[in-house]
């Protein structure tokens, strides 16, 4: 018997009514347990976070913790889309100046350099680009702006707070699922071109739907359809006004959204064949 078995039959056989005989017999199943769970956590997959700009997620989880002992990892370089007031990118940025992500917004992309997100990263020195041109602004070619993602700020992951205008394939190639986005409905349902903000709620109070909430999901080539990473459920009243609704989902936004970009920079995303993420609960 094995040093361990044998402290463990120890305690056993001091418990009333418990012989010696029946202590080893505990304890040899105790030890073979253990070694049946060693065996499994060797299969596990090793804790990686891939390099900076091999925007491929791997695995980095047992169970629903990291690996014991991983190494610690620079923080994420994120580039932030916005198109108007910003109260997500504000969620963001403050999460990343607490710790809460294990990241630094780099570089603001808009659409409209005029809007709030945009002159809050301006007041915090955040360099602002814009995509696309507008008769008011001259802003980048979508592979402008690949290249001054990747290579002039060294982004890791875009986050779309508010951003409402379609993003380039050339980019979505660029970040295969390394770029998120928050939409304020229950995916796949009140999603897709035209609707966006008040919209949403409007349309949700209309169907009658008992249920809302915001969605936060990987980014494809459409409109609101890449694979849904997490969501949270908000009751509707038939009596809400679109605004009212608002506000509820918003202030959920404001907190599932930094779990999830938290976790992309943590590497605790993982995916499923078939295509499905899986976010993990930080150790």
Request: aromatic share 6%; hydrophobic share 45%; charged share 15%.
């Amino acid at each position: 018997m094995s040093r361990c078995a044998a402290a463990w039959a120890g305690c056993v056989a001091h418990r009333p009514g418990v012989c010696a005989s029946t202590a080893r017999a505990h304890a040899g199943v105790r030890i073979a347990a253990s070694r049946r769970i060693r065996l499994h956590c060797a299969k596990q997959p090793p804790y990686s976070r891939r390099p900076r700009h091999l925007h491929s997620l791997t695995a980095s989880v047992v169970g629903a913790q990291q690996v014991r002992g991983a190494p610690a990892v620079a923080p994420a370089n994120l580039a932030v889309f916005v198109s108007g007031g910003g109260s997500n990118f504000r969620a963001i940025q403050e999460a990343c100046a607490a710790g809460v992500i294990k990241g630094r917004v780099a570089v603001v992309v808009t659409n409209a350099p005029q809007c709030g997100g945009a002159q809050y990263a301006e007041r915090l020195g955040i360099p602002v680009l814009v995509y696309p041109s507008s008769k008011s602004a001259k802003g980048c070619t979508p592979d402008e702006l690949v290249a001054a993602l990747r290579e002039e700020h060294g982004v890791d992951y875009v986050v779309l707070a508010g951003y409402l205008k379609l993003i380039p394939p050339q980019l979505v190639r660029a970040f295969p699922r390394a770029m998120l986005n928050i939409h304020p409905g229950l995916l796949p349902a009140f999603g897709g071109s035209g609707l966006y903000g008040l919209r949403v709620h409007s349309a949700v109070i209309t169907s009658g739907a008992r249920l809302s909430g915001p969605t936060v999901h990987f980014v494809d080539e459409g409109y609101d359809t890449g694979p849904i990473l997490a969501q949270v459920s908000v009751a509707v009243s038939p009596l809400d006004s679109p605004q009212q609704l608002a506000a509820r989902v918003l202030a959920e936004e404001h907190k599932l959204y930094p779990r999830c970009v938290a976790a992309l920079c943590e590497g605790r995303i993982s995916w499923r064949e078939d295509g499905i993420p899986i976010m993990w609960t930080a150790a």
